[in-house]
C-alpha cells in the first residue's frame, strides 16, 4: 500500500487505488505512515477482502482495532527515535565551532584512525579497506559496503512538474529527491519528491560567516577535512588497475558467448557503457563495484517510440511498430518483440527475465576466464549480479543491467529538453537510456501503466552537471565515508542526489572550488536550503 499525501490507497491484490475515506482507513495512522515515510503495507480493499483472498497468516489477525494499535505503538516508537537522533544532530551543530573533531569522531591526529561515533556515542567500524577474502566462505561476507549502480538525470524532473514515491529497493541511478536515512532501495528506483523523510530541524542550521566562527578553528577545520580526504579516501590505483583489468575480461567473454548462443542478443547488443561509482571517481574504499549497462539498440525495420506520463516524467512505456520489411534472418527479433510486449508496448519484466536467463546460461557454462577463479551471481531489482573472486582472492562485484538507447531527437516535444539545454553535452554524449526498473504508483499511475513502465536515465547529463566542480565529488566521498562510519542504512545513490539538487540550485564553479571544501561539507550535512 502507497501513502501519499492525497491519502490514498493501493490494494495489494487488485492495486485498485482507493481514497482513504472512502474505505474509513483511519487519517491519524494514515498521517503517522505518510510522515515516516513507510512506502508498503499488506492492505486488501473490501472487495478482495470479501473474497476470503487473506494470506493464511493474515487469517489469523481478526481483531483490526488491535492491528492498528499494534501499527501506531510501532509508529510512535520510531518518533521517539527520531527525536533522539534529531537532538544529537541539533547538538553537533550547536557544538561545531568548540568541538567540531570531537563531535565528527575526530580527535587529533590519532584521529584518523578512529571510526565515527555512532547514535549511541560507541566507535564504530573503521574504513574498508581493499583486502584479501576467503572464497570459501559464506559469500554474505564479501557482499558488504554501497550499492552502485548508473546514474539518471532524472532526477531533474521536479523542475518540470514530476513526482515519484520510495521504493523499499537499493539503486543509484539519481532523482532529486530527500529520502529517509533508513530506508533499503534498490538499483534504478524511484524516490519521492518531498524533503519530509530526513528533514533536519531549524536548530541544525548553521551559519559559516557567524563571529563564533574563528579563523584559527576554520583552519584547522579545513585542514583536517582534506587531510581525510586525501589520506582515507583514497584508491589505490594498482589494484584499481588490476580490477578494471578483471572487468574488461569478463564483459569481453560474456558478450562473446552470449553473441555467439543468442540470435536476439547478437541484433539488439550495441555496446557496453560504464558506469557507478568506480568509473565516475566516486569511490571512497577498494575498486570492488563496477556498474555496466547492457546497450540495446532496435534493427532498423523496428522502430521504437517512447511515450511519458502526463503524470511523471521519470518512467516512460516504449512501444514498437514494423516500418519495413523483415529479413527471415530477423525473423526471430520481431517475434521477440510480439512475444516479450503488451498491445505493443514492451514489458520491462520480460526484458528483465530474458536477459538474466542469458545471463543464467553463461555461467552454467563454466567459463574459463584469465585471473579469475570462480564467479558466482545473483540478483539486485533490475541488475544481474556477477561475483568474481580473482586468482589473488579479490572479490570483485559487477552489476550488469540491459538497457535500451535513445536519441535526443525524442525528447524535443517534451519539457526535459529544457533541462537538456542548461546542461549541453557533445554530440557523441546525446542518449540516454529506458531501464527496465518499473514504479510503484509513483504520480498516481495505473496498475496497468506501471506495469509497462520502465525508469529514465541520463547517466551523461549527470556528469555535466558535477563536472568542474571540484568539491562536489570530495563532499559527496565524505558524506559516503561518513555514512560509513555511523553505519546509516542509506545508499549512495542518496548522497549523490542530494548534491546534485546542491548543485543545480548554486551552479558557478567558485562556489565549488576546492579551498572552500570544509564548507560545502558542512552545508551538506546540515543544511537543506531552498529544497521543499
Same mark, same amino acid.
Given at each position: 500500500?502507497?501513502?501519499?499525501?492525497?491519502?490514498?490507497?493501493?490494494?495489494?491484490?487488485?492495486?485498485?487505488?482507493?481514497?482513504?475515506?472512502?474505505?474509513?482507513?483511519?487519517?491519524?495512522?494514515?498521517?503517522?505512515?505518510?510522515?515516516?515515510?513507510?512506502?508498503?503495507?499488506?492492505?486488501?480493499?473490501?472487495?478482495?477482502?470479501?473474497?476470503?483472498?487473506?494470506?493464511?497468516?493474515?487469517?489469523?489477525?481478526?481483531?483490526?482495532?488491535?492491528?492498528?494499535?499494534?501499527?501506531?505503538?510501532?509508529?510512535?516508537?520510531?518518533? @521517539?527515535?527520531?527525536?533522539?537522533?534529531?537532538?544529537?544532530?541539533?547538538?553537533?551543530?550547536?557544538?561545531?565551532?568548540? !568541538?567540531?573533531?570531537?563531535?565528527? $569522531?575526530?580527535?587529533?591526529?590519532?584521529?584518523?584512525?578512529?571510526?565515527?561515533?555512532?547514535? /549511541?556515542? *560507541?566507535?564504530?567500524?573503521?574504513?574498508? *579497506?581493499?583486502? *584479501?577474502?576467503?572464497?570459501?566462505?559464506?559469500?554474505?561476507?564479501?557482499?558488504?559496503?554501497?550499492?552502485?549502480?548508473?546514474?539518471? =538525470?532524472?532526477?531533474?524532473?521536479?523542475?518540470?512538474?514530476?513526482?515519484?514515491?520510495?521504493?523499499?529497493?537499493?539503486?543509484?541511478?539519481?532523482?532529486?529527491?530527500?529520502?529517509?536515512?533508513?530506508? =533499503?532501495?534498490? *538499483?534504478?528506483?524511484?524516490?519521492?519528491?518531498?524533503?519530509?523523510?530526513?528533514?533536519?530541524? /531549524?536548530?541544525?542550521?548553521?551559519?559559516? $560567516?557567524? /563571529?563564533?566562527?574563528?579563523?584559527?578553528?576554520?583552519?584547522?577545520?579545513?585542514?583536517?577535512?582534506?587531510?581525510?580526504?586525501?589520506?582515507?579516501?583514497?584508491?589505490?590505483?594498482?589494484?584499481?588497475?588490476?580490477?578494471?583489468?578483471?572487468?574488461?575480461?569478463?564483459?569481453?567473454?560474456?558478450?562473446?558467448?552470449?553473441?555467439?548462443?543468442?540470435?536476439?542478443?547478437?541484433?539488439?547488443?550495441?555496446?557496453?557503457?560504464?558506469?557507478? !561509482?568506480?568509473?565516475?571517481?566516486?569511490? +571512497?574504499?577498494?575498486?570492488?563495484?563496477? /556498474?555496466?549497462?547492457?546497450?540495446?539498440? =532496435?534493427?532498423?525495420?523496428?522502430?521504437?517510440?517512447?511515450?511519458?506520463?502526463?503524470?511523471?516524467?521519470?518512467?516512460?512505456?516504449?512501444?514498437?511498430?514494423?516500418?519495413?520489411?523483415?529479413?527471415?534472418?530477423?525473423?526471430?527479433?520481431?517475434?521477440?518483440?510480439?512475444?516479450?510486449?503488451?498491445?505493443?508496448?514492451?514489458?520491462?519484466?520480460?526484458?528483465?527475465?530474458?536477459?538474466?536467463?542469458?545471463?543464467?546460461?553463461?555461467?552454467?557454462?563454466?567459463?574459463?576466464?584469465?585471473?579469475?577463479?570462480?564467479?558466482?551471481? $545473483?540478483?539486485?531489482?533490475?541488475?544481474?549480479?556477477?561475483?568474481? #573472486?580473482?586468482?589473488?582472492?579479490?572479490?570483485?562485484?559487477?552489476?550488469?543491467?540491459?538497457?535500451?538507447?535513445?536519441?535526443?531527437?525524442?525528447?524535443?516535444?517534451?519539457?526535459?529538453?529544457? +533541462?537538456?539545454?542548461?546542461?549541453?553535452?557533445?554530440?557523441?554524449?546525446?542518449?540516454?537510456?529506458?531501464?527496465?526498473?518499473?514504479?510503484?504508483?509513483?504520480?498516481?499511475?495505473?496498475?496497468?501503466?506501471?506495469?509497462?513502465?520502465?525508469?529514465?536515465?541520463?547517466?551523461?547529463?549527470?556528469?555535466?552537471?558535477?563536472?568542474?566542480?571540484?568539491? =562536489?565529488?570530495? #563532499?559527496?566521498?565524505?558524506?559516503?565515508?561518513?555514512?560509513?562510519?555511523?553505519?546509516?542504512? @542509506?545508499?549512495?545513490?542518496?548522497?549523490?542526489?542530494? @548534491?546534485?539538487?546542491?548543485?543545480? +540550485?548554486?551552479?558557478?564553479?567558485?562556489?565549488?572550488?576546492?579551498?572552500?571544501?570544509?564548507?560545502?561539507?558542512?552545508?551538506?550535512?546540515?543544511?537543506?536550503?531552498?529544497?521543499?
Amino acid at each position: 500500500m502507497s501513502f501519499k499525501t492525497q491519502k490514498i490507497l493501493l490494494c495489494a491484490l487488485c492495486e485498485k487505488i482507493i481514497s482513504v475515506e472512502e474505505e474509513g482507513f483511519p487519517e491519524d495512522l494514515h498521517a503517522l505512515l505518510s510522515k515516516y515515510c513507510i512506502p508498503q503495507l499488506y492492505w486488501l480493499c473490501k472487495s478482495c477482502e470479501k473474497q476470503n483472498a487473506f494470506k493464511s497468516s493474515f487469517r489469523k489477525e481478526s481483531n483490526l482495532e488491535d492491528e492498528i494499535k499494534l501499527l501506531k505503538a510501532k509508529v510512535e516508537s520510531l518518533e @521517539i527515535e527520531m527525536t533522539e537522533i534529531k537532538k544529537l544532530v541539533a547538538l553537533k551543530a550547536r557544538d561545531y565551532n568548540s !568541538s567540531f573533531l570531537s563531535s565528527s $569522531g575526530f580527535s587529533g591526529e590519532s584521529s584518523l584512525d578512529m571510526g565515527f561515533p555512532n547514535a /549511541d556515542g *560507541n566507535s564504530c567500524i573503521s574504513f574498508r *579497506n581493499y583486502r *584479501n577474502v576467503d572464497c570459501h566462505r559464506s559469500t554474505s561476507e564479501g557482499c558488504q559496503g554501497d550499492s552502485s549502480c548508473s546514474s539518471s =538525470a532524472s532526477s531533474y524532473f521536479q523542475t518540470v512538474g514530476s513526482s515519484s514515491s520510495l521504493v523499499s529497493e537499493d539503486d543509484q541511478r539519481l532523482d532529486f529527491s530527500v529520502i529517509p536515512v533508513n530506508q =533499503a532501495v534498490d *538499483n534504478h528506483s524511484p524516490l519521492t519528491a518531498t524533503r519530509s523523510c530526513i528533514e533536519i530541524p /531549524d536548530s541544525c542550521n548553521i551559519s559559516l $560567516g557567524s /563571529d563564533e566562527t574563528s579563523p584559527k578553528k576554520k583552519k584547522e577545520a579545513h585542514a583536517l577535512i582534506h587531510q581525510i580526504s586525501n589520506t582515507k579516501i583514497k584508491i589505490d590505483d594498482k589494484e584499481s588497475t588490476k580490477s578494471s583489468n578483471i572487468v574488461d575480461a569478463f564483459l569481453k567473454c560474456i558478450t562473446r558467448f552470449l553473441k555467439k548462443k543468442d540470435v536476439i542478443f547478437n541484433n539488439l547488443y550495441s555496446r557496453d557503457y560504464r558506469t557507478g !561509482s568506480s568509473y565516475n571517481d566516486l569511490r +571512497i574504499s577498494a575498486a570492488s563495484e563496477y /556498474d555496466v549497462d547492457i546497450v540495446f539498440k =532496435a534493427p532498423s525495420e523496428i522502430k521504437l517510440e517512447v511515450e511519458f506520463f502526463r503524470e511523471t516524467m521519470a518512467y516512460a512505456k516504449i512501444k514498437w511498430q514494423k516500418v519495413g520489411d523483415i529479413l527471415d534472418s530477423k525473423i526471430d527479433i520481431l517475434r521477440f518483440f510480439e512475444k516479450n510486449s503488451l498491445d505493443r508496448y514492451l514489458q520491462p519484466l520480460k526484458i528483465s527475465a530474458w536477459f538474466q536467463g542469458l545471463i543464467d546460461s553463461f555461467m552454467l557454462s563454466s567459463p574459463e576466464i584469465s585471473g579469475i577463479k570462480q564467479l558466482k551471481n $545473483g540478483q539486485s531489482g533490475p541488475a544481474r549480479t556477477i561475483e568474481i #573472486v580473482t586468482d589473488e582472492d579479490y572479490i570483485l562485484h559487477i552489476d550488469l543491467v540491459p538497457v535500451f538507447v535513445f536519441s535526443y531527437e525524442s525528447l524535443k516535444t517534451t519539457k526535459i529538453k529544457e +533541462i537538456l539545454e542548461k546542461y549541453s553535452v557533445a554530440e557523441s554524449k546525446r542518449f540516454w537510456f529506458l531501464v527496465p526498473k518499473q514504479c510503484q504508483g509513483e504520480g498516481q499511475l495505473l496498475a496497468s501503466d506501471c506495469k509497462l513502465s520502465w525508469r529514465v536515465d541520463f547517466p551523461e547529463v549527470e556528469k555535466k552537471v558535477l563536472h568542474n566542480k571540484q568539491s =562536489a565529488k570530495h #563532499v559527496i566521498r565524505l558524506l559516503k565515508l561518513l555514512r560509513d562510519k555511523g553505519r546509516w542504512n @542509506i545508499a549512495s545513490y542518496y548522497i549523490k542526489t542530494l @548534491i546534485l539538487w546542491r548543485v543545480d +540550485i548554486t551552479p558557478a564553479a567558485d562556489y565549488w572550488q576546492g579551498i572552500v571544501l570544509f564548507e560545502r561539507y558542512l552545508e551538506s550535512e546540515f543544511k537543506n536550503p531552498e529544497i521543499s
